[in-house]
């Protein structure tokens, strides 16, 4: 494949943006978990009518920053990469938050109970680049988390697989043809929708998820995808 014929494109940081970009199209929104902007009285909602959320940087890639937070009791946890603090209030599980935060703008998402392989959650990553004016597949992968970790990132030590091989084993050999077929059109939905949007985007990167009950989830878009 000749990289000449791919452009950078134009490049959008926010994840906030493209999610509210998305959730404009009523089908695509309901592949997109609950997602709000960070702040204590969203936390304290979102923790309470799902259980377990993941926040994330709205700027941000490689997984750095991404926490997931739980109720757990009458108490909490924030697990960051492999580490777990517990909290018995709401006031110092958010001073933990903040002093992790540094200011910067977050996210806070709905935490999905992925499909998983042997206990570590498994995720996609499906690339489409612009090539001479047309918008083509590159690559569809599945990623393994790093036993201990939440997060799939392969600069974390997510193990890279097939996207079949993530399927088959994580849910059904007989699965492995619809849930790829759902991708694609998920992403040929999104991609003119963002592009309206964001004109000049010519990479994307979505990251999809499919929970245990084999729903697919779009946990986000990257616009400089790896």
């Known amino acids: 494949m000749n990289q000449a014929t791919i452009s950078s494109g134009r490049q959008l940081a926010s994840k906030w943006l493209k999610t509210g970009a998305l959730l404009s199209n009523p089908y695509l929104a309901r592949h997109i978990p609950p997602s709000r902007l960070f702040g204590p009285r969203n936390l304290r909602t979102m923790l309470s009518r799902y259980g377990t959320v993941v926040i994330k940087p709205v700027r941000g890639a490689g997984g750095m920053g991404v926490m997931k937070i739980s109720r757990s009791g009458s108490g909490y946890r924030c697990t960051y990469m492999a580490r ?30 992925l499909a998983s392989v042997s206990g570590r959650p498994v995720d996609y990553r499906v690339k489409y680049v612009k090539m001479n004016g047309v918008w ?3 690559s569809m992968v ?85």
């Open 84 to 113: 777990t603090h517990a909290f018995s209030t709401f006031s110092s599980l958010l001073r933990h938050v903040n002093r992790s935060r540094r200011g910067r703008a977050y996210l806070i998402q709905r935490g999905i109970r």
């Open 136 to 138: 083509r597949f590159r």
């Open 142 to 226: 599945g990623r393994v988390a790093r036993r201990g970790l939440f997060v799939t990132n392969l600069c974390r030590g997510g193990m890279r697989l097939t996207a079949a091989q993530g399927i088959r084993r994580s849910l059904s050999p007989r699965l492995i043809a619809a849930k790829k077929r759902e991708m694609r059109h998920l992403t040929r939905t999104a991609t003119p929708l963002l592009e309206s949007r964001f004109p000049g985007i010519a990479q994307l990167g979505y990251d999809y998820g499919i929970d245990r009950n084999g729903h697919i989830w779009i946990l986000e878009v990257n616009t400089r995808p790896q």
